[in-house]
């Protein structure tokens, strides 16, 4: 047995951090300023989303999956928008028993039935503008010598042996289960069958000769670096849970099934009797995208963000960083992990025909309103419910009316005639709160909205970090609100562009209200694109005025030149997202009864 202090952890073998400091310039005025400090921490970053089985059509859980993945990381280009820091990779995962079963039962060929799924991942998340820079599928050649090579290099660390396996497996989750966790089920005859305790999925006894990864040596190094980096799985409960996982005894582990059982997969190198277990050549997706074995993966490894599902929290907590340090390298630097998306309080399955699709979900609530629908209503911590009327209501509410009814409002040729960014006048609005004087127009909650939108992208960028897009999205959607607020506070529709004492608080009033605008489109470009650069459009700003560090929000408040003020506004090109209609809710109703 090799000692596990030989697999202490090694320090993070990243290369140099590039020297993108450049785009880190100062950002925002106000308290609430992103630091160049937190923009440069991590100047690249490798996003990552979990493949996708292709046994069965992608539903919306998978879309989410990729949806959070796609924000983060669209986040993190607009904070340095070098091309050259952000990585994304996303894929299918074609091999094992589970594939092998669904072809078998489809009548096809493996291969036919991966092509045909793997292209319907591949539409989806085009069509939802998912923005991957790299689409991996695992039966590529590329892929097997990458995982063939790291086979070999665990095999020569001395981790794997062959041994007896006796134990149950679970074809639908790919694992290998302890007694404790199997239970007895009803079947359809009648008869008791063993289930998986978590999923319920079928298993059954399996006893044959296999390769076997020594796991037991590396629980403490895995215990080490967790409690060394406390933010490397986020949200904090999957941390802790992974933490008591440890606790436990953590036995060896299989990674290879018998040929004649499972021939669809990557086959042992020198023993063609053995191919090898599908999480092993599943994990090894996130090296063979960044060009392992070459050392060329070095430049993104391990800069790289995992995005998981909680139903695979063990195979990336547990498994993928124990290979990693056999394999003499660093586990990944942050694995984000989300809960579920239940349909009418159930599971989805398609024996429950309540399997939500989510390219009718696109159409139907267009790209856009579905991307910010489910990244506003997802929850990483625990799962959430779907159903049609909830999608309907928040976007009305939210994009319809709230946002879109905004820049209506201080777009209008009724309004802003001149059709410009108008002036804003220090005197009506001075920096100090609490002056007074004649021309003093601005009340205490015009302070505080200031200050709320001022904060708003640090406090965006926090929730980002945490992993909690949804709490990023309540916060613009609670500025909007109190930036309506603000206008029906003001109501420019009353005050008089002729006259010389409503004039400069008229302007002020739009000017204030466009700038909370642009902030707003800014920040919310990595859930809703489209929309954004509508909005972005229609307000004059160009596409390179809108990344983060050209954000610079209300700059005239705190005595600095505004680029925008006098400059025409963009084209009218129509209402920013269109009201929907209560009918369009059949989708899950007709499943619900
Ligand atoms: N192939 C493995 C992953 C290998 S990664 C090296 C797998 N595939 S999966 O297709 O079953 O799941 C892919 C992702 O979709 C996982 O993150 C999973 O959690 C997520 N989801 C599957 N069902 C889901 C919901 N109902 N809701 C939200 N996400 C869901 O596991």
Redesign the pocket.
């Known amino acids: 047995m090799l000692r596990t202090s030989f697999l202490r952890l090694l320090g993070r073998t990243g290369a140099s951090k590039l020297s993108l400091l450049e785009d880190f310039g100062p950002r925002y005025y106000g308290s609430g300023s992103l630091s160049a400090r937190d923009d440069a921490s991590d100047a690249r970053a490798y996003f990552t989303?979990?493949?996708?089985?292709v046994n069965a059509a992608p539903?919306?859980?998978?879309l989410?999956?990729a949806l959070l993945a796609d924000a983060l990381c669209r986040h993190r280009r607009l904070r340095s928008p070098s091309t050259a820091a952000t990585r994304f990779s996303t894929g299918t995962?074609e091999h094992g028993l589970k594939i092998q079963q669904a072809a078998a039962t489809a009548g096809l060929a493996p291969t036919e039935l991966c092509d045909r799924i793997s292209e319907q991942f591949q539409q989806l998340f085009q069509e939802a503008g998912i923005s991957c820079t790299d689409f991996i599928r695992t039966t590529e050649a590329r892929h097997r010598v990458a995982v063939q090579q790291f086979w070999g290099v665990l095999k020569s660390r001395g981790l794997l042996y062959k041994g007896l396996y006796e134990g149950w497996y679970c074809a639908s989750d790919?694992c290998f289960l302890p007694e404790a966790k199997v239970t007895w089920q009803p079947g359809p005859s009648g008869d008791s069958l063993p289930v998986s305790l978590e999923s319920g999925h079928p298993v059954s006894w399996t006893k044959e000769e296999n390769y076997i990864f020594r796991l037991s040596q590396f629980r403490e190094p895995l215990q080490r670096w967790l409690r060394g980096n406390p933010q490397a799985i986020t949200p904090e409960p999957f941390h802790h849970v992974v933490l008591q996982w440890l606790d436990e005894e953590l036995p060896d582990l299989s990674v290879s099934r018998r040929s004649s059982h499972l021939h669809w997969g990557i086959p042992v190198p020198g023993d063609d009797s053995q191919t090898i277990y599908v999480?092993l050549d599943?994990?090894v997706?996130?090296l063979t995208v960044i060009g392992y074995p070459n050392a060329e993966f070095k430049f993104w490894w391990p800069a790289t963000s995992h995005i998981?599902?909680?139903?695979?929290l063990k195979?990336?907590a547990i498994y993928w960083p124990a290979f990693l340090l056999g394999a003499g390298m660093s586990p990944p630097q942050r694995i984000y992990v989300?809960?579920?998306?239940?349909v009418c309080g159930q599971?989805?399955s398609k024996s429950l025909g309540n399997v939500v699709d989510p390219r009718t979900c696109l159409n139907r609530y267009t790209v856009d309103g579905f991307r910010y629908f489910l990244l506003r209503q997802g929850v990483p911590n625990w799962d959430c419910d779907y159903y049609d009327e909830k999608v309907v209501k928040l976007l009305n509410s939210e994009l319809a009316d709230a946002l879109g009814g905004l820049l209506n409002r201080c777009t209008a040729k009724r309004i802003n005639p001149s059709e410009t960014y108008p002036a804003f006048c220090t005197n009506c609005f001075p920096s100090e709160p609490g002056l007074v004087g004649p021309s003093v127009r601005a009340q205490a909650e015009d302070y505080a909205l200031v200050s709320a939108v001022a904060t708003l992208p640090k406090r965006v960028a926090d929730h980002y970090d945490n992993f909690q897009i949804y709490k990023a999205l309540e916060a613009v959607s609670s500025c909007v609100r109190q930036t309506n607020g603000f206008v029906q506070r003001h109501a420019p529709w009353k005050l008089n562009w002729d006259s010389p004492v409503d004039a400069p608080w008229l302007s002020t009033v739009l000017h204030v209200a466009l700038e909370c605008l642009r902030v707003f489109g800014t920040l919310l470009q990595p859930v809703t694109p489209s929309l954004a650069d509508k909005l972005l459009s229609r307000l004059g700003v160009s596409v390179s005025e809108r990344s983060l560090g050209k954000l610079y929000f209300l700059p005239r408040f705190y005595g600095h030149p505004c680029p925008f003020e006098g400059r025409r506004l963009g084209p009218e090109t129509g209402v920013l997202f269109p009201k929907l209609d209560q009918s369009r809710t059949w989708v899950v109703k007709a499943h619900r009864t």
């Open positions: 989303t979990p493949i996708f089985y539903h919306i859980g998978h989410y999956s995962d790919e999480w599943a994990l997706n996130y998981i599902g909680k139903d695979i195979f990336h989300h809960s579920h998306w239940t599971k989805m």
